[in-house]
């Protein structure tokens, strides 16, 4: 065997035991389930059942939590070749992981970084990275890197910034721009990735030219404009704006220096890890501000002595892109997660390689000290403890249950984690388990609105309806714009006979939050029984349009354009399409459904379609058991055969079903 071949061999041997670390470190997520946020994301996510979902996800700004449609098609690919199994989702975020990790190793190696490989490896496996890899909804986290470090690849050969020869090209520096938009499409934290080219370019060259800037410009005008649109959605469509993002500028500053020192130190020492860090108090005389703050200096001061003294630009510019990737971040804008705690650990992932690859060059001079086998028994130690470490943290995200339950050990003054874990116990049917933890999020904080009216839906569910009134009001005085105060509010007054007021929070609900879907649903439900059917269909519109598709209310308003007999109700074609909607959410055969299709098709007189329908749904609700059904679609089957469709002076509302 040639030298080359033997060299391609090890190092194919080498892609397939990192892979193979990868995947086994990560072992408890191959089987995970959905987690917080995931269900917005995929699991209750209508855009992922359809071509105009598609359409929707990259032509609207709010169709989806966030505008990142690169995240979205992803996730509309694999629904198409796995439904919502959520084992597929995660092993997809694994692969991106371990392609990234890769792609890390081929850059150091292209820029003749010592201890490449260590690098690697020391990513791979770092706990740090389990909230990236193991969480569904990260998914921003790992694809954006990878589209980040094939732009890094492809700028590395257009500057020449491994050693040879640069190749200024345009379709190679459009390639790179393109590159660079999937990534920002993905997770505009990579809109510092320019500034990142830049230092790279100094740390190579030791000057930075005009010539290195110009070609960047439209790397940088397209970040800017990203990141200014992700901070007007993160403050008008997330949420991020209000009293828990009410910093001054002086306040930032002294958060930025905790959060950076926060950080570097989980990459040291990344234990404990948690989903919700405790969120400290921002002031002058807290002593780990001025510890954070002497060891950012110490670090910085560190690197430049280095650059002055032994021409060693390497340590200082890996401090600055550590730096300046976490720069978004470290407080100065206002993001969501912030409500809970200033940090978390899948804000470093896209920064991680930076200090990683600082310390890894660090423990590589050191090894190379000591003798061989002393070397190759510390490395594999170092790295047996944080792959280890990433396998137990990693089961904490198998479910919500556990990933809230582990939370709460370790920091057991997380509300949101006791509210969450309440509200799972809650959809469980355990309400003894679920006011356990909703008392104890109030019990941290007093004023919360979320347990609150979470209580009030327990007292509702027991029958305390007065109790229940109590709760829901006192979450309107902690948060008088609390939508789903006001919703839940509204259940109980229709239960206590109080329609009018019910309508009034309703509509102040829908008001408040107009993507609100629930609330449209039952503020369609109370316009029903209230026999304004007119008013009934205009709110299942609202309730139904996308992205705030719920399925029980596209069958409502099927029905109700199908069957009704007002002219101002009554519209077949719109029937018909909501009818067709509405089976792309329920199970296949769903004789409701196609009960509805039925009507939708009768209405426009295609009665052979009708019959055929109506047939299917017989001999499902028979199946089913449902009797009630089953008399209802002989009747319709009826009409059909004398070429009538059924047509209702009060339509029957398929589910008038209030929700919460």
């Not at 796995?82 to 975020?93: A, E, I, M, T």
């Not at 379709?171 to 790279?200: E, N, W």
């Not at 921002?282 to 110490?298: K, Q, Y």
């Not at 047996?384 to 137990?392: F, K, N, R, S």
Request: net charge neutral.
């Amino acid at each position: 065997m040639t030298d080359l071949k033997r060299q391609r061999t090890w190092a194919l041997l080498a892609m397939a035991g990192l892979l193979a670390a990868v995947f086994l470190s990560y072992q408890p997520v191959w089987t995970a389930g959905f987690i917080w946020d995931d269900d917005a994301y995929v699991l209750h996510n209508p855009h992922l059942a359809t071509e105009a979902g598609l359409r929707e996800i990259w032509t609207s700004f709010t169709a989806t939590p966030q505008f990142y449609p690169m995240v979205f098609t992803s996730y509309w690919i694999e629904y198409q070749l796995w439904g919502l199994h959520p084992s597929g989702y995660h092993l997809v975020n694994l692969a991106f992981h371990a392609l990234n990790v890769l792609l890390l190793f081929g850059l150091l190696r292209r820029w003749n970084v010592r201890g490449a490989w260590i690098a690697a490896l020391l990513f791979a496996l770092h706990p740090v990275c389990v909230e990236s890899v193991a969480w569904i909804t990260e998914r921003k986290n790992t694809l954006s890197l990878f589209f980040a470090l094939l732009t890094l690849q492809a700028w590395t050969s257009y500057a020449g910034l491994d050693g040879k020869p640069e190749r200024r090209s345009n379709a190679l520096a459009l390639g790179a721009l393109l590159l660079f938009l999937a990534a920002l499409l993905s997770k505009t934290v990579t809109s510092t990735l320019p500034a990142v080219i830049l230092v790279l370019i100094y740390w190579k060259r030791g000057r930075i030219r005009l010539r290195d800037g110009l070609p960047l410009i439209p790397m940088f005008l397209a970040g800017i404009g990203f990141g200014l649109l992700t901070a007007w959605l993160e403050a008008t469509h997330v949420g991020a704006s209000g009293q828990d993002w009410s910093l001054s500028l002086p306040d930032r500053f002294l958060l930025a220096i905790r959060v950076a020192a926060f950080y570097a130190w989980k990459v040291v020492l990344p234990t404990p890890l948690m989903f919700f860090y405790p969120r400290w108090e921002i002031h002058l005389a807290d002593p780990w501000l001025w510890i954070s703050l002497a060891g950012l200096l110490t670090a910085l001061s560190a690197t430049i002595v280095a650059v002055i003294r032994h021409q060693q630009r390497g340590p200082l510019a890996a401090l600055l892109i550590y730096l300046g990737v976490l720069f978004p971040a470290l407080g100065f804008f206002n993001v969501y997660p912030m409500r809970y705690s200033w940090v978390a650990d899948h804000f470093q992932y896209h920064a991680l390689p930076a200090l990683l690859a600082l310390i890894a060059a660090g423990l590589s001079l050191g090894l190379a000290k000591l003798n061989r086998h002393a070397a190759h028994a510390l490395l594999v130690s170092l790295l047996t403890l944080l792959a280890m470490g990433t396998y137990m943290h990693s089961r904490a995200f198998t479910s919500a249950e556990a990933l809230w339950l582990d939370t709460i050990r370790k920091n057991d003054q997380a509300w949101m984690a006791h509210n969450n874990l309440g509200y799972d116990y809650y959809h469980q049917n355990l309400l003894d388990h679920a006011e356990v933890h909703y008392i104890a999020a109030l019990t941290i904080k007093d004023d919360l609105p979320e347990p609150l009216t979470n209580l009030g839906l327990i007292r509702m569910d027991q029958g305390r309806l007065e109790e229940a009134l109590e709760f829901h009001r006192a979450a309107l005085v902690a948060d008088p714009g609390y939508a789903e105060a006001h919703n839940n509010l509204a259940l109980v007054l229709i239960q206590t006979g109080q329609m009018e007021a019910a309508l009034d929070h309703l509509l102040q609900a829908v008001a408040l939050k107009p993507e609100f879907s629930h609330a449209y649903r039952n503020l369609g439900n109370l316009y029903y029984v209230k026999g304004r059917h007119d008013d009934a269909v205009a709110a299942y519109r609202k309730a139904v349009r996308p992205p705030f598709i719920d399925p029980p209310t596209v069958n409502n308003l099927a029905w109700l354009l199908a069957t009704s007999a007002d002219p101002r109700v009554r519209n077949s074609r719109d029937a018909l399409f909501y009818a067709k909607l509405n089976m792309d959410f329920q199970p296949p055969g769903d004789p409701g459904a196609l009960d509805t299709l039925a009507a939708a098709y009768a209405s426009l007189g295609n009665f052979k379609q009708a019959i055929q329908l109506a047939e299917q749904a017989k001999k499902q609700a028979y199946d089913a058991g449902n009797k009630e059904l089953f008399r209802a679609i002989q009747t319709h089957l009826g009409n059909y055969r004398t070429g009538r469709p059924v047509i209702e002076a009060v339509p029957q509302a398929r589910s008038t079903e209030i929700v919460p």
